[in-house]
């Protein structure tokens, strides 16, 4: 699975090369004569290579199911997409930088004319507009004026599909990035890739993509989290236990998220009937959905993600650490294992504030004296401090043996990785499932 991810992430990239194959062929060695003539090609060049990251970043966010599987889950998809999206912001900056630079070698006059031509050069005002797009609905993703609201970035992030297509257009009237035809050929190829994702997306998935099911229950495993049960009123979703899906709640009495969609991993076992998710308040959407009633319409996308390697075994021994509502991948695991009499020698490390704040301690408990082989070990922050390298262990003698799953806050997941790292236990050998701007 490793190899398989790395495999695809190399083939995004090396295929965001190809502008620049057809590109660096069409130069000429007098291009290279003098220096504006040097930062010429680089500007030009770096308009290629940012655009072709755009357009691939863009394909990227489909969220087509199954198509983050080779890429080892959505999560690991995504932060490709992010990385290419940050890239092509860069080099985008300085595309008419560069350009303005080479310009300058003719004279000032030159220079600013080619940043700030006349109104009536629509094709390089559409690229300052593609720009400036970019640059707004990628600030929430670096942080810019703190944590980004989740709803607020997902409605900021709904202009990129406007900046692919200003940038497309900026592109094709200048239309000199390459040898003659080889323009629209390439280009065209990279645009269908992107607006295909963006038309599934906001189109085509939410016609056929999405399954309707009703909350048939409503428990409350603590006082800040519900786990519902839906019930499919056509036909059912299929996943593997660990998957998450995308959620979106058509309860016109909540206080928020009504017809907002969020990721939520799946807390049943896929041999269950219906589906169970539980949600904890974190966030004004799912703080209203504590109050959900049975009956209420829900919508279901998915499923994502690829958390654990082989959920109906235990080929391999295991360490699972989780923390908060991180359990809920593993507690989806344990219920799919009991149901099919499976066991294997899995040491699970439950970090929690105190036995009171656990969740689901007392199913856990049941579900460990019932799976062959299986440990659960909870760690209690105020009576053992922040977990440590020597805890994992003293109770987990031949971790670097293991194939490890984490899943919990992020502060957790770097702490444990970090220890883990310091045993010897090797990096491909070392899981995580994050949710960050999903």
Known sequence: MVIRARLARILVWALA??????????????????????????????????????????????????????????????????????SALVLLLLHPLLLAFSAQGYGQG???????????????????????????????????????????WKRVHDLAPFAVILALAHTFLFSRTMPAHLDIVVWAGFALLAVGAVLWRFVFSRRVGRLP????????????????????????????????????PFDSELEAGCGEEHPYTLSSSPREPNLRIAI??????????????????????????RFFKNPDDVPIPELWISGGIGVTPFLARMRHLDRLDQGGDIRFIYCVQDEARALYLEE????????????????????????????????????????VYICGPQPLNRLAQSHLRALGVDRWSIHTEEFELL
């Open 17 to 86: 090369l190809v502008p620049v194959v057809f590109f660096l062929a069409g130069l000429r060695p007098a291009d290279f004569d003098d220096v504006p003539g040097l930062l010429n090609v680089l500007g030009r060049l770096t308009g290629v290579l940012g655009l072709a990251f755009l357009l691939l970043s863009a394909a990227l966010s489909a969220r087509v199911p199954g198509f983050d599987l080779p890429f080892g889950g959505l999560t690991r998809l995504w932060n490709t997409h992010h990385l290419l999206g940050a």
């Open 280 to 305: 904890k308040d974190l966030g004004n959407a799912s703080r209203a959905l504590q109050s959900i009633q049975c009956g209420s319409r829900v919508t279901v996308e998915g499923p994502y993600g």
């Open 110 to 152: 030159l220079a600013f004319e080619t940043l700030f031509p006349p109104l009536s050069d629509l094709a390089t005002w559409g690229g300052w507009l593609a720009l400036l797009l970019m640059m707004t609905f990628l600030a929430p993703s670096f942080s810019f004026f703190g944590p980004p609201d989740y709803e607020r």
């Open 213 to 248: 099911y009703a909350v048939v229950q409503v428990d409350r495993p603590a006082n800040n989290v519900i786990e519902l049960t839906l019930e499919p009123k056509r036909r059912g979703l299929r996943y593997r236990a660990g998957n998450f899906v995308y959620m979106t």
């Open 364 to 403: 856990l408990r049941a579900l460990a004296g019932t799976i062959p082989g299986f440990g659960l070990i909870p760690h209690y922050f105020y009576r053992q401090g922040p977990l440590s390298a020597a805890f994992l262990r003293e109770h987990c003698g031949d971790i670097e043996q293991r194939e």
